[in-house]
């Protein structure tokens, strides 16, 4: 974006700065475990309306509303939730069970929207996404935005902290994991250190009959839902209910250096590759040795699934900046956390 951005350190006078900067109406960087957020206040439109012009973001896609406990999610769409013969009881039932396990943590629910959630935010949507973010600075800038708000004499007395944040990547692109990876205006960006999970959310929705449907994979894997849910329970969204859920575009999470991903790498003809710089993508680096390749990245040396999802988009944002002509990303094993590499890594091939 050629823009110089503001890296501020995530210490209490820091947390201020930025609470107070969201209740302004502007827009900041935000880390979480799963990854950098570019947060705004989630009761107000102005703002919502900068986060997508600053991301390049098509209204269609809805923003994830942040709170900073359950019992500050359930405070936000509890009488939503309640009202609404969308969600009744059974469906209630298993958004609790699933935000008492995972929260605070890379699951988003998608629950009936509240009145005090502008529809810009949910894409004029009956139904918005919330999560409770497990990284001590995003919950700690939520809480304090929440005290800023009132102590402004603004925004009704029952309702909590809330920022609404997308990734803060322009749209499409690849998202960030580290403050300096954060390329879209924004007042400022708190340094909350590398992501730990590195992936965005796991999206569900929970459904009246008590089902848990799958609308983006992510933090939280399918045998994780499939314990706590019951495995019969939990569904994927079939590729028609794609557009229920934006991040599951064809193309998206894409470097600006053409991708390909294969299941192995001998399926790469080296001749069909001369000239041309190529940088490779694997999970332990045994691969791929001595074919020659420009750049490499090793996304867990021990082929461990976790360590792989952390140092996924940072290693995207190396291989971007290497000059290639053409990345080659083998896929993972497809297992926990590894089915959420590989969907990124397809969107990333799109
Ligand atoms: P991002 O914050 O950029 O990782 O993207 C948020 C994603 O969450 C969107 O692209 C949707 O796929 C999903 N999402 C958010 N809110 C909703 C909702 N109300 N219904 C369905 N999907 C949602
Ligand atoms: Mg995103």
New binding site residues.
């Given amino acids: 974006m050629g823009e110089r951005l503001e890296i501020v350190a995530a210490d209490d006078a820091g947390i201020a700065r930025a609470a107070a900067a969201l209740a302004d109406g502007q827009l900041v960087g935000m880390p979480t475990e799963?990854?950098y957020?570019l947060a705004c206040h989630a009761f107000d439109a102005a703002a919502a309306a900068r986060v997508f012009e600053a991301k390049q973001?098509p209204s269609f896609?809805?923003?994830?509303v942040h709170v900073a406990s359950s019992a500050d999610a359930w405070a936000l769409v509890g009488g939503a939730a309640e009202n609404q013969s969308t969600l009744d009881e059974r469906g209630l039932r298993v958004a609790r069970v699933l935000a008492e396990a995972f929260w605070p943590g890379a699951l988003?629910l998608?629950l009936p929207?509240p009145e005090c959630v502008p529809g810009i935010v949910?894409?004029g949507?009956g139904?918005?996404?919330v999560r409770v973010p497990a990284h001590p600075v995003a919950r700690g800038l939520i809480a304090a935005l929440g005290e800023e708000v009132k102590k402004r004499g603004r925004g009704r007395a029952d309702l909590p902290g809330a920022v609404a944040?997308?990734?803060a990547n322009v749209f499409g692109g690849v998202?960030p994991t580290r403050a300096e990876h954060v390329a879209v205006p924004c007042a400022l960006v708190l340094d909350g250190g590398p992501c730990a999970t590195g992936l965005?959310?796991t999206?569900v929705?929970p459904t009246p009959e008590g089902g848990v449907v799958v609308?983006?994979l992510g933090g939280v894997t399918l045998e994780q839902l499939g314990e706590v849910a019951g495995e019969a329970n939990v569904t994927l969204a079939k590729p028609g209910e794609k557009l229920?859920?934006?991040?599951?575009?064809e193309r998206h999470y894409a470097p600006r250096t053409p991708l390909h991903l294969v299941s192995k790498l001998e399926q790469i003809d080296p001749g069909s590759l001369g000239g041309q710089r190529v940088g490779v993508l694997t999970l332990t680096g045994e691969r791929g040795r001595g074919m020659g390749f420009a750049a490499a990245e090793v996304l867990s040396a021990r082929g461990d699934l976790v360590e792989a999802a952390a140092n996924l988009f940072a290693a995207l944002h190396r291989l971007d900046a290497a000059g290639l002509d053409v990345v080659v990303a083998e896929a993972v094993p497809d297992e926990g956390l590894g089915r959420a590499i590989n969907d990124r890594l397809r969107r990333a091939a799109g």
Avoid: F
């Fill in positions: 799963t990854v957020g973001r896609d809805p923003l994830i988003t998608v929207r949910t894409s949507l139904t918005v996404g944040a997308p990734s998202s965005e959310s999206v929705r609308l983006r229920a859920s934006p991040g599951m575009l």
